[in-house]
């Protein structure tokens, strides 16, 4: 009934499985566990070790294909037909985790299942921070806030029909940032979402430095998805951002003024009060440099 399915990339997910492998006491749904490793050079003996263990399998790819591409090897080779995607840096919050998500399966017209994200109370360290601070204010939603915009997906914890799945998770190439195209996707075909109160906690952040390279390669991501057409132009707050500067004449004056910013905002977001807002305003200069160039 359901597929656990993990991808990973020099990152040990045993903690992980054996968490998961501690709730099957007691469940008489059929339950497989499938982890993929992308072309990793770390914990390979450690995974080996999984197959070992009821229901699991660990499987290794010879190349390092990417995320989007190892997640659709996943979900051919899943069994059944819910499947549930787990990051490998999480963990399940509750002891109930997997039951939640049977019993939403079991009980529910909608093809997708959200969970939510959540992150330690405890601050990591200042290389850290903020990474953990966007985290826990834009990711860790609770079911009433994620309901009011019911395709925002975070994909770390994403139980879907595996033909929903397969449907929305088409894009060719190994691009980053790609949870805002699978949400676009889910909402252009219209699919049902549910959303539950059964989230799993985050524990790889990166440091500062390296979540900052990764958002904006998301923007960049954003933009040639757009030139291909296959995302929308509104589907993104940051995108509606600047379709408004557009629309009044102001996305020039708007890159003007913000450049001599940057570095102070850079700065901002390594000390101990990293401001949100003007990280929201940090990646639309970047979008609306990168639509500028490209006349669009």
């Known amino acids: 009934m359901l597929s656990i399915l993990i991808p990973t990339y020099n990152y ?16 008489s749904t059929p339950i497989e566990i ?9 914990f390979i003996k450690e995974h080996e070790a999984l197959n070992a263990l009821r229901s699991t399998r660990f499987i290794i790819s010879e190349n390092n294909e990417g995320r989007t591409a190892t997640r659709n090897k996943l979900a051919k080779l899943a069994s059944y037909n819910w499947l549930l995607f787990l990051d ?16 939403s399966a079991e009980n529910t017209t909608a093809a997708v299942i959200f969970g939510g994200i959540s992150y330690e109370a405890e601050k990591p360290s200042k290389a850290q921070l903020f990474r953990w601070h966007y985290g826990r204010h834009r990711e860790a939603k609770p079911v009433s806030e994620r309901e009011k915009a019911p395709y925002f997906i975070i ?3 994403l139980c879907i029909q595996k033909e929903t799945f397969l449907k929305a998770n088409n894009i060719q190439g190994n691009y980053y940032g790609l949870d805002n195209y699978f949400s676009n996707q889910l909402e252009r075909m219209q699919v049902e979402v549910k959303h539950i109160d059964n989230p ?14 990764k958002a904006l390669k ?18 993104r707050p940051l995108q509606k951002s600047y379709l408004k500067l557009k629309k009044f004449g102001l996305a020039g004056i708007f890159t003007t003024v913000m450049t001599p910013f940057k570095g102070m905002m850079e700065r901002n977001f390594e000390s101990s009060k990293p401001n949100l807002f003007w990280f929201d305003i940090y990646r639309l200069a970047y979008y609306t440099d990168l639509k500028r160039k490209k006349n669009a």
């Not at 985050?202 to 430095?209: A, I, R, S, V, Y």
């Open 12 to 27: 040990n997910v045993s903690a992980l499985v054996n968490a998961l492998h501690s709730q099957l006491e007691g469940i």
């Open 34 to 42: 499938i982890v993929l490793d992308d072309g990793s050079s770390s």
């Open 88 to 103: 490998a840096d999480v963990l399940p919050l509750r002891q109930s985790f997997l039951k939640a998500y049977i019993a």
């Open 155 to 157: 994909s770390q914890n």
């Open 200 to 213: 799993v906690i985050h524990l790889g952040l990166e440091t500062t430095k390296t979540f900052i390279t």
């Open 218 to 235: 998301a923007v960049e991501t954003t933009v040639i998805l757009e030139e291909k057409g296959v995302m929308d132009v509104d589907a």
